[in-house]
């Protein structure tokens, strides 16, 4: 009466696979739809970034290209490289 042939096995796992990740998808949209953020972090007008830290915008630093070596590091806290002529000390 029901044959059951490798093919058709193969149909339904894919059928009920996708069914799945269907309600797994629409679950995280939901979640994201009804959360205070919306999922999204957007920039506001002042330049703040929506979503991002309780404290305001994380602190930027300037970077300064080393004479030595060409890499750039921090200006504050800038180390040796390594290399014997490097411009930040021993």
Request: charged residues 20%; positive net charge.
């Amino acid at each position: 009466m029901f044959e059951m042939s490798f093919g058709k096995l193969l149909l339904l796992a894919v059928i009920l696979i996708v069914v799945w990740y269907g309600f797994k998808y629409a679950a995280r949209v939901e979640t994201m739809r009804q959360s205070p953020q919306g999922g999204a972090r957007r920039r506001r007008p002042d330049g703040t970034i929506r979503g991002g830290s309780a404290h305001g915008p994380e602190p930027v630093e300037d970077l300064v290209k080393c004479r030595q070596c060409s890499a750039f590091v921090a200006a504050s806290g800038a180390a040796n490289c390594g290399k014997p002529q490097c411009p930040w000390g021993s």
